[in-house]
């Protein structure tokens, strides 16, 4: 089965600090990884994602995500955080091996971002 | 951009009628998926398609169904309002290694 963790509700940086949201994952097969972030009232956008290669990846808006294959991990990252960056963020897992049905993505509960500044 | 379409973006009905929210798109994906959105519960899938006519239940099925007749249009109906369906509900389609392209959301309100 899969599943993802997003340990914490809620992360507070002040403007210009490094950020880190953390997501864990479980998955069967391959994972595929992405990161979406909500701003109020609006719909979920990408903002990165995992399938192979490097496990550094970089995303919109000079975020980016490691991949730790022995930690189960995707944390989401970036060196310095602005105010604008204050929004919802949310980690989503698929199993990217073949035959996995639907490529349905399994999504963590959300990590609350505040950029204070 | 999927060209997603949720509508309506806002509804307010009473407890007990039965209420239709719509998903359309336009650009022929064939796997769509319908979410509602709760505080301390991230997204819970409610039913999803993969094809007209071919629709299946997620976690938090009960007391909603859905209908594909056509490719771009996905309907989520709530067969019953109830207080606890009181939620923002979100369509998506799957767009392969891409992951999903999510609607802008429509905030049902149920008194």
């Known amino acids: 089965a899969q599943s993802v963790a997003q340990p914490e509700d809620q992360v507070n940086v002040a403007e210009g600090n490094p950020l880190t949201v953390k997501c864990t994952y479980s998955?069967?097969?391959?994972?595929?990884l992405f990161w979406y972030v909500q701003y109020p009232n609006r719909g979920l956008q990408f903002l990165l994602k995992?399938?192979?290669?490097?496990?550094l990846v970089k995303g919109s808006y000079g975020f980016e995500a490691e991949f730790n294959k022995s930690q189960t991990s995707f944390h989401l990252k970036k060196p310095s955080a602005l105010v604008s960056d204050s929004a919802l963020y949310f980690c989503?897992?698929?199993?990217?091996?073949?035959?996995?049905?639907?490529?349905?993505?399994?999504f963590g509960r959300g990590t609350q971002l505040t950029v204070w500044p | 951009d999927a060209g997603i379409t949720q509508s309506p973006r806002h509804k307010v009905t009473e407890t007990g009628t039965p209420v239709t929210l719509r998903c359309h798109q336009t650009?022929?994906?064939?796997?769509m998926y319908w979410y509602r959105q709760d505080p301390g519960h991230g997204l819970r899938l409610i039913h999803y398609?993969?094809?007209?006519?071919?629709?299946d239940k997620g976690e938090v099925s009960d007391g909603y169904s859905v209908s594909r007749s056509k490719t771009e249009d996905f309907l989520l109906t709530l067969e019953s309002a109830t207080s606890s369906q009181t939620s923002v509900y979100f369509c998506?389609?799957?767009?392969?290694?891409?992951?999903?392209?999510f609607g802008s959301g429509t905030r049902l309100t149920v008194v």
């Open positions: 989503a897992v698929r199993d990217g091996s073949r035959g996995s049905t639907l490529g349905r993505l399994y």
């Open positions: 998955v069967s097969g391959n994972p595929y």
């Open positions: 995992y399938i192979t290669g490097d496990n």
């Open positions: 650009e022929n994906h064939r796997y």
């Open positions: 398609s993969y094809g007209v006519k071919d629709t």
């Open positions: 998506a389609v799957g767009q392969g290694n891409y992951g999903y392209t």
